[in-house]
């Protein structure tokens, strides 16, 4: 069946570092793309998204292209903040009965 | 434009009692999703709804819990009896029935069961 697998956190980085959270994806047809985050003691916020093959989805600094060859959508920022520190989800909407699949989840700590 | 609402935020409950969860998605979106998280884990689909009917519920302990949704509109999960490992926070989405739209989350409701 569909499903998306993220790297195991946490990942810990220094503040300006360079992010990057694997996701990969299984899924038949063609499913829509996203990436949801999740500030401590908040609830899921969607951070950014792609609906097709070689769209980029772009927020906040994060970035992710939807890469239908090797059937991946990382997660990437150039330099990353304090206030970067959460949860990330990768998740994919199906084409035919638009149910979310969601990854475990990725917790990233920066550090000052 | 208002969010997705849920209540109550925060529920303490014993072993074989039961409880509700109330949700309001965002209006106009057909989609509705009930999903479990527990800590550390990535949400777990529990029901679909589009409209009044349901798109898949095959996540669903369906001994203990039920949900429905009167008139397309709010929606009710309940638990009866709840057990320990119901202990999570329960989240409320809602979507526009397509396949492009992203899916709004509620706050969640954080339930207990000691």
């Known amino acids: 069946g569909d499903s998306v697998t993220q790297m195991e956190g946490p990942v810990t980085l220094s503040e300006e570092a360079f992010l990057t959270i694997n996701c990969t994806y299984t899924?038949?047809?063609?499913?829509?793309l996203f990436w949801y985050v999740q500030y401590p003691g908040e609830g899921l916020q969607l951070l950014l998204k792609?609906?097709?093959a070689d769209d980029k989805g772009s927020n906040k600094g994060f970035e992710a292209t939807y890469r239908k060859e090797t059937t991946s959508f990382h997660l990437e920022k150039g330099s990353v903040q304090v206030s970067d520190s959460a949860v990330y989800f990768c998740?994919?909407?199906?084409?035919?009965?638009?149910?979310?699949?969601w990854g475990a989840g990725t917790k990233l700590i920066i550090k000052p | 434009e208002a969010g997705v609402a849920q209540s109550p935020r925060y529920k303490i409950i014993e072993k074989r009692q039961s409880v509700a969860f109330w949700c309001n998605p965002i209006?106009?979106?057909?989609?509705l999703y009930w999903y479990q998280q527990i800590l550390g884990q990535g949400p777990k689909l529990l029901i679909q709804?589009?409209?009044?009917?349901?798109?898949?519920d095959s996540q669903l302990p369906k001994d203990r819990f039920s949900a429905e949704r009167l008139k397309g509109v709010d929606s009710t999960l309940k638990i009866q009896p709840a057990k320990l490992e119901d202990s999570a926070v329960y989240l409320c989405?809602?979507?526009?029935?397509?396949?492009?739209?992203?899916?709004?989350f509620g706050q969640g409701t954080r339930l207990t069961v000691v």
């Open positions: 998740a994919l909407k199906r084409d035919s009965n638009y149910q979310l699949i």
């Open positions: 899924a038949t047809g063609y499913p829509s």
């Open positions: 792609a609906t097709k």
């Open positions: 989405a809602s979507s526009l029935w397509h396949q492009h739209t992203e899916a709004f």
């Open positions: 709804f589009q409209n009044n009917g349901v798109v898949d």
């Open positions: 209006s106009g979106h057909a989609t």
